[in-house]
């Protein structure tokens, strides 16, 4: 049978190619940067929670030592280690208000310029609180070399381009603080176990021998203790700043792991 020639078959329209409409585009691409832009903060709480927690215990030990000093009857050694752990407390204290500031300008809805400025003040003001820090010539001089580069981050960090380049420029001189003041606490071992000695020579430390070693072995644990917390610090702030540094939305995990592990040397510390 042959089929008929039908004339509006010449005209028939080829079919179309499903090709995306540039309106659309310019509507996903707007859509996908709102929503990156609208993205939760990253999650600093625990790292600042935990920081507090650190500062906290380091306030609670002092007092724990000084009695041990004031049992074994010397006031002298009591008065050096009141100065010395002062100070110890004070360049703590220093992190504890950086763990603030960084959190709440990691939250902020203020724009790059001025979270970069709060930035470095806050940079500027860690670097100063350590400077001062007494102790050991060699750990006092590394502590003032890192203090010298954290300076430098800060005065750097209002022209970086953004809180994350910022952050991560600036941990390895954060990391070299922490490092002096762990350090820097093995003075106050040192003083321990100087005192420990001391006890001991006291008139009718022999009867209590066992006890003074038992205060003074308890009184080092704790110091070695709040050394292992800020070792753990360490790598809770470092989570942090990964996590201001992501470009996706952070992983809170990370942070919380870190800052777990720095709970649970703190109540170490605070248990003994």
Not at 169 to 187: G, I, K
Request: proline content about 5%; some cysteine.
């Amino acid at each position: 049978m042959i089929s008929r020639f039908r004339p509006s078959a010449l005209f028939a329209r080829a079919p179309r190619s499903r090709a995306i409409s540039p309106l659309l585009v310019l509507v996903m691409l707007t859509f996908t940067l709102l929503t990156r832009a609208c993205a939760a903060p990253p999650n600093l709480e625990p790292f600042a929670a935990a920081t507090h927690e650190l500062t906290n215990t380091a306030r609670a030990l002092g007092p724990k030592v000084k009695s041990t000093l004031q049992m074994a009857n010397l006031p002298t050694q009591v008065d050096r280690f009141e100065r010395a752990w002062s100070a110890r407390v004070k360049a703590l204290e220093s992190l504890n208000r950086y763990a603030d500031d960084l959190n709440s300008i990691a939250q902020s809805a203020q724009t790059q310029p001025e979270r970069l400025r709060r930035y470095s003040d806050s940079l500027a003001a860690l670097a100063s609180a350590f400077s001062p820090v007494p102790g050991n010539v060699a750990i006092f001089a590394a502590a003032s070399s890192a203090a010298d580069l954290l300076s430098l981050q800060a005065a750097r960090a209002r022209a970086n381009s953004s809180l994350a380049h910022a952050a991560a420029a600036a941990l390895p001189s954060v990391d070299l603080l922490t490092d002096a003041l762990r350090d820097d606490l093995l003075d106050i071992e040192e003083l321990i176990q100087t005192c420990h000695a001391a006890a001991l020579l006291q008139p009718g430390a022999t009867d209590q021998s066992v006890h003074i070693d038992a205060a003074f072995a308890h009184a080092l644990d704790t110091i070695r203790t709040l050394r292992e917390a800020l070792h753990a610090w360490k790598g809770l702030h470092a989570a942090a700043v990964k996590a201001i540094s992501s470009n996706t939305e952070p992983d809170a995990r990370e942070v919380e792991t870190a800052a777990a592990r720095l709970r649970s040397l703190i109540q170490k510390a605070g248990g003994q």
